[in-house]
């Protein structure tokens, strides 16, 4: 009887054991890796961000105007003047963010710029993946949106949507639309337009490429930088990249 009940044991205990590991390492994986409805990969952790950055410094995310400090913001998804007309990121969002790369060409081109009397105004760059997946849901048309199953570069902290300002007035350039026009007249091929906004949509165009930008066609506006499928998509809150992002 004693035998039997310890070759019970036997068996008993060590199976257990390893359904606990199991669970254990099951349940840690489900801690460490998120991923979206539409099969995307997601960082939405502080440890796997900062991990991600102890692996390349690349990585690193950095508040643009923590290295370029003249440049400006009108954050447009903090507020409801977009095209959903409402906001979508806290309307306490004051900072913004790109990779480091992206950062420090940004900041050249801004050099650049300020040499002819001219700034950079930024409507936005990171953009948490939540709020990319609302945009499918009201727009489904990918030549402004991006599908949620391939994350965006602004997900990735690599795109941005800018325009020009004058220095000295501090006004915005004319550019023909307005940010967020999703009409032909906004593709950055369109040339039935006075020439001075031809001339500074060039320059922000010429601007930003020599500095290692892609443009996009159907939006004057939108720029980014190459190879983002070597970058992680973060769904990061603004709250958590102000908390852990360290100044370059």
């Not at 913004?96 to 700034?119: D, I, S």
């Amino acid at each position: 009887m004693n035998t039997m009940i310890l070759k019970k044991m036997q068996v008993t205990v060590p199976q257990t054991a390893c359904w606990l590991i199991f669970f254990n390492i099951s349940f840690a994986g489900s801690q460490a890796q998120d991923t979206s409805k539409y099969g995307v990969p997601l960082i939405r952790q502080d440890k796997l961000y900062i991990e991600s950055c102890r692996l390349s410094s690349d990585k690193q995310m950095i508040e643009l105007k923590s290295l370029i400090p003249d440049i400006q913001y009108d954050l447009r998804y903090a507020s409801s003047n977009n095209f959903t007309h409402r906001p979508l990121y806290p309307t306490t969002t004051r900072k913004t963010f790109m990779r480091k790369p992206a950062a420090t060409a940004l900041a050249r081109a801004q050099e650049e710029l300020r040499k002819k009397g001219f700034g950079i105004l930024v409507f936005d760059a990171y953009r948490p993946y939540g709020v990319t997946e609302q945009f499918w849901e009201l727009i489904h048309d990918e030549r402004y949106v991006v599908h949620p199953a391939k994350g965006s570069g602004h997900n990735r902290g690599l795109a941005i949507d800018l325009t020009l300002i004058d220095l000295r007035t501090a006004k915005e350039l004319a550019m023909g639309t307005g940010f967020d026009n999703f009409t032909d007249t906004a593709h950055a091929t369109f040339t039935q337009l006075p020439e001075p906004i031809l001339q500074n949509r060039q320059l922000l165009r010429e601007t930003l490429m020599k500095n290692g930008f892609e443009p996009f066609a159907t939006e004057w506006w939108h720029f980014a930088w190459p190879n983002n499928q070597g970058y992680e998509v973060l769904d990061l809150s603004f709250d958590q990249l102000q908390r852990i992002v360290q100044k370059p």
